[in-house]
């Protein structure tokens, strides 16, 4: 499977998310335009940067010119972070890690876990935003785990049925409606924890400080 990192506009991420998840195969790093900003503090060169480019600073563009692929894209019905999956799914990637999807404006990490959910049926998008780790799942789903580890669980309506095993507080084809009820801080019980979800997608958030040190993923 093809996976990649789109690094968005938001709070810069550790260059320790990144180096990580490359030795996770995800071996292509895309810009979303003024992602290309935390890039060169990072010391990351993008194998892309696309966007409108109204973002990037003008010495970042210029440095990038000789050594990254620049897409510009002027289309304002979507936003740089879905030109880059669009993108990303043309080229044949299957899974996309984002970063710096979160920052200073609520509107815009709400409109980015959006797009997980848009998007969720072409290619499987992840986030890890300062030390959380979302994953996005509508089937049965196995976590390696340890038990004491944290995991939070969110749906979004009530057609979504939740059941789980290994985990303390459990869920019997519970509904978890946001803005009704939550299971935020559960707790794993042992190495293993299954999840079933039917009808909707739910959201799993992970200590990714935990689940890096002892290789969950």
């Known amino acids: 499977m ?17 180096r990580f998840f490359k030795k996770k195969n ?32 003008p010495e970042v563009l210029k440095f990038y010119s000789d050594k990254s692929t620049i897409i510009k894209i002027k289309r304002q019905n979507d936003t740089d972070v879905e030109k880059c999956l669009k993108f990303a799914i043309r080229r044949g990637f ?16 709400i409109c980015n876990l959006g797009i997980v959910l848009k998007f969720y049926n072409q290619i499987k998008c992840s986030i890890v935003a300062e030390n959380s ?5 509508d089937e049965t789903l196995f976590l390696k785990s340890i038990s ?19 985990l303390k507080y ?13 299971s935020t801080s559960n707790v794993a019980l ?23 040190k002892n290789d969950l993923i």
């Open 2 to 18: 093809k996976k990649c990192i789109i690094i968005a506009n938001g709070r810069s991420p550790s260059k320790n998310v990144v």
């Open 26 to 57: 995800y071996s292509t790093i895309i810009c979303a335009d003024g992602g290309a900003n935390s890039a060169v503090k990072l010391g990351l060169v993008p194998d892309f940067i696309i966007g409108d480019l109204d973002s990037i600073k």
């Open 94 to 109: 299957s899974e996309a890690l984002l970063l710096g999807v979160t920052g200073d404006r609520l509107d815009h990490t």
């Open 133 to 137: 780790y979302l994953i996005p799942t």
């Open 148 to 166: 004491g580890e944290t995991i939070s669980i969110y749906a979004f309506d009530k057609k979504t049925k939740i059941t789980s095993e290994g």
């Open 170 to 182: 459990p869920l019997r084809n519970s509904t978890l409606a946001f803005g009704e009820k939550e």
């Open 190 to 212: 042992s190495n293993s924890v299954k999840i079933v979800v039917k009808g909707g997608i739910i959201f799993i958030i992970r200590d990714f400080k935990f689940i890096k």
